[in-house]
């Protein structure tokens, strides 16, 4: 597939939306070089999550185009994170047509009550593979029961889930508090216990030059005895090279790689 252009003929349908709007042949290359750079940093064992929330759909496809790249805690390959809802449930539509149909995403932002049955739908052909911000039980059991109810898991992998983790104090990025290993031990474990439903790891969003996030993240899973070999989704553009550094395996960098956000196209 050409970096620049869609799988399918059905996408010229949606020229006209924003989503799929074009570009240029130079922005396709800044991208993947973006991309490749910071790949070219990680050890073998750390997946790097290209974060494309507010860009376009056709911002993916040069990286789409680029031969796949695995690590061990991230076998199926390249998998895009997304913080809006709505703005996945967009592009999880584009999967088969605009996009390719083996184009993932894991949702990394706030998840609504509301928008949960609607986002596994959209999901439903595999497209949707990670959610890494749950946080109470209740999220849990909403989302095993869409999840059953949606998807034929003969055919699609359970849903990847990681529980967040609040290592910085700030309530505007969420998660468990890092204190409160029993209500975390509860969560994972309702996660573990649920149909549907895979647990993998657990991520935190620490605040801006504070590295100490980190610490705090690898000290939680330590105290999870039953869960040591957990992943951990931590550091973003600023402070990926720390967050490597105190044992990340998963990274998610955004404007890094794609460029400077447009909160306009914020869905």
């Known amino acids: 597939m050409s ?133 109470k039980v209740e999220t849990v059991e909403k989302l095993s029961k869409a999840v059953c109810s949606n998807w034929d898991l003969e055919v699609v992998k359970p849903l990847e889930i990681m529980v967040q983790i609040d290592t910085s104090g700030e309530d505007s990025k969420g998660g468990i508090p890092y204190s409160s290993i029993s209500t975390i031990a509860d969560v994972v474990s309702e996660v573990v216990d649920k149909d549907g439903l895979k647990f993998v790891g657990l991520m935190t969003i620490g605040a801006p030059g504070d590295v100490t996030a980190f610490d705090k993240l690898v000290s939680t899973r330590s105290l999870l005895t039953s869960h040591e070999d957990t992943g951990l989704s931590m550091g973003m553009s600023g402070d990926y090279k720390e967050a490597v550094e105190k044992g990340s395996t998963e990274i998610r960098c955004g404007s890094n790689i794609f460029g400077a956000r447009d909160y306009e196209n914020k869905k």
């Open 3 to 135: 970096a620049l252009t869609p799988p399918s003929s059905e996408a010229s349908s949606s020229s006209s939306s924003p989503l799929t709007a074009p570009i240029t042949d130079e922005q396709a290359t800044s991208i993947q070089s973006n991309y490749l750079k910071i790949l070219s940093t990680l050890p073998p064992h750390v997946s790097l999550v290209p974060v494309s929330k507010t860009k376009p759909a056709s911002y993916l496809l040069p990286l789409l185009s680029l031969p796949p790249t695995t690590t061990p805690n991230n076998p199926g390959g390249l998998v895009f994170g997304e913080n809006y809802a709505q703005e996945l449930i967009s592009k999880l539509e584009l999967c088969g047509t605009y996009l390719p149909d083996s184009t993932k995403f894991a949702f990394i932002g706030q998840l609504q009550s509301n928008k949960i049955n609607k986002l596994i739908k959209a999901g439903s052909n595999g497209n949707l593979v990670r959610v890494e911000t749950v946080q």
